[in-house]
């Protein structure tokens, strides 16, 4: 019998609260993810003194941030943190498979000239890590505590301290079991997730995340997968004869499907359900077995039936968990408030699609490092010439804050971009989307630069915005280019009921309609893609 999903009663030791806060700190960071705990390691071997809070140092259970890319696993050999990726039963990750209705097309990682050099001593090709992500977050918060310049308290930030002139000079805290704390610290990092408590005291009001979908998340075990060793990206059914209807937002609908191998017996099933809100707990089994079931290729149905009923058993191991998928558009910091900025995704968000939020988080750790740290290089990640700033003196922080929103576009839009415009894409909810779709799955079929550019922007080995453009635009062409090329099936009320349908191109005295078809997809194109742009360019 296959073990059950892994949890564990492990917890990382606290330092003693009231030692911790007797002491004053360059840096306070609020939350010990992925960002805090790593950013904690790398600002400490730079030279500066952190205080690192956390709520809760068990390990955590999410369902998401558990597929780190080429990218991130770059970030991390920067810093020198690659090795707490080992331990773990991670995997190797190659790239992506798509697959729509009986078609698949492979993505894999671009061939790099350049090898990846593991802490371990082994050289091997460009390739991400999935894991489950309480067990990387252990090791992370290991790392950080190892070093002395960090104290680890487990507690409950409750609010920002402020000093006579409104400028944040620390946090209240309180430990477990115990009464609030005052812990002092020239610079605040907020990275406390998505559900963050203090991004509205630090953020306009206009400034807020956009929901569109929830991610539905479920374990298979020992899952037969068509291709190991890759993301499978399940888009549904393709069946030209039948357009995706319009969606209603206030009625949940099925979105991509995301599989991917956690752990050796342990696979990863998200499903994206498009809507506000998902169905209601008790019918919820019954629409990803109604919905999700006719999808997937036949390989994966087994275990996706048995993890259907082990949910409906009681077993809270086997629990259907879910997660909404948010936008945040990141934002200027330094203006408006000095003393704390935010970071992670209370700050930036995108739709987990792509697998690119954790390479995010790692890219702003080396540029938050080497623009902030103590003057020391951790790794290969360089003190910056300038010197090391005074983080009391918030003209010099507000200079540098200015450049980490600027330095962190490349990767930052790139991979923020992609996953929305890919989601709109993939999750088509309309006529001019599913041609878009098709599109897109065709563009990935003619191999070559048509998916070595797309994935080494996915995999944030190449960022690079105008490649973005360029790649998004000549997908919105080459889609219309089909519109006019594509054999498709004429609709039943245009043929003979005593004859079968048959697929062919659209005849000339269709070209009208069509015309005016491709100046919608076009515009749909440019409404998927420029807005987001747009607010990926804010100043």
């Known amino acids: 019998m296959s073990p059950a999903p892994h949890t564990t009663t492990e917890k990382i030791p606290s330092a003693d609260p ?10 306070a960071i609020i939350g010990s993810g992925i960002l805090g705990s790593a950013l904690a390691y ?3 071997a730079s030279g500066r003194s952190i205080l690192l809070l956390e709520r809760d140092l068990s390990e955590p259970d999410r369902i998401v941030g558990e597929l780190l890319q080429p990218g991130g696993c770059l970030a991390l050999q920067k810093i020198g943190i690659d090795d707490c990726l080992e331990g773990i039963d991670a995997t190797a990750c190659e790239g992506y498979e798509v697959f729509w209705g009986d078609k698949s097309v492979r ?76 812990f002092k610290a020239s610079l605040t990092i907020v990275a406390d997730g998505c559900m963050s408590k203090f991004r509205r005291q630090l953020l306009p009001s206009h400034v807020s995340p956009i929901t569109r979908s929830h991610f539905v998340g479920l374990v298979l075990e020992d899952a037969d997968l068509p291709s190991p060793h890759h993301g499978h990206v399940i888009l549904g059914k393709a069946d030209p004869a039948n357009p995706t209807p319009p969606s209603n937002l206030d009625t949940p609908s099925l979105g991509p499907v995301l599989v991917y191998q956690l752990a050796t017996h342990e696979t990863r099933m998200l499903v994206d359900v498009r809507g506000h809100k998902l ?13 999700v079931t006719p999808v997937l290729p036949p390989t994966i149905v087994p275990s996706f039936e048995t993890a259907l009923q082990k949910s409906e058993s009681g077993d809270k191991s086997y629990r259907l968990r879910s997660m909404p998928n948010s936008y945040l558009a990141s934002y200027p910091q330094g203006r408006e408030h000095k003393g704390a900025i935010l970071a992670g995704d209370s700050m930036n968000m995108r739709h987990p699609l ?15 490092t080497e623009l902030f740290g103590g003057g020391k290089a951790v790794k290969d990640a360089q003190p910056d010439k ?22 962190r576009k490349s990767v930052a839009s790139c991979v923020n971009i992609l996953s929305m415009a890919l989601y709109s894409l993939f999750g088509a909810d309309d006529e001019n989307l599913e041609v878009l779709k098709t599109g897109c799955f065709k563009y990935f079929e003619m191999g070559g630069d048509c998916i070595d550019g797309p994935v ?44 079968p349908l048959k697929a062919r191109k659209p005849p000339i005295s269709d070209y009208p309609a069509l015309t005016v078809q491709s100046f919608k997809v076009f515009w749909t194109a440019c409404v998927v893609f420029l807005p987001v742009l747009w607010k990926e360019g804010q100043m």
């Open 18 to 27: 009231t030692v911790a806060a007797s002491k004053d700190y360059d840096v």
């Open 42 to 44: 790398s600002l400490a």
């Open 107 to 182: 993505i894999p990682y671009p061939e790099e000239s350049k090898t990846m050099i593991w802490s371990d001593g082994t050289e091997r090709k460009q390739e991400g890590r999935s894991f489950h992500h309480g067990r990387f977050i252990q090791n992370l918060r290991k790392k950080a505590a190892g070093r002395e310049e960090v104290t680890l308290v487990e507690a409950t930030v409750n609010d920002l301290l402020e000093d006579e002139n409104g400028q944040i000079v620390g946090v209240k805290a309180t430990p477990r079991d115990s009464t609030p704390f005052d």
């Open 279 to 291: 169905p209601p707990a008790s019918k919820l089994s019954t629409f990803l077995r109604t919905h």
């Open 354 to 368: 792509t697998g690119g939020g954790m390479t995010v988080a790692l890219n702003d750790v080396v540029i938050l």
């Open 386 to 407: 300038r010197g090391v700033v005074d983080l009391k003196n918030w003209d010099q922080v507000g200079e540098r804050l200015e450049e980490w929103h600027w330095k």
């Open 456 to 499: 080494s922007l996915l995999s944030a080995l190449r960022p690079n915005p105008a490649l973005l453009f360029y790649h998004f635009f000549r997908v919105a062409f080459y889609s219309i280019f089909l519109l006019f090329t594509l054999p498709r099936f004429p609709s039943s009320r245009n043929s003979s009921s005593s004859q």
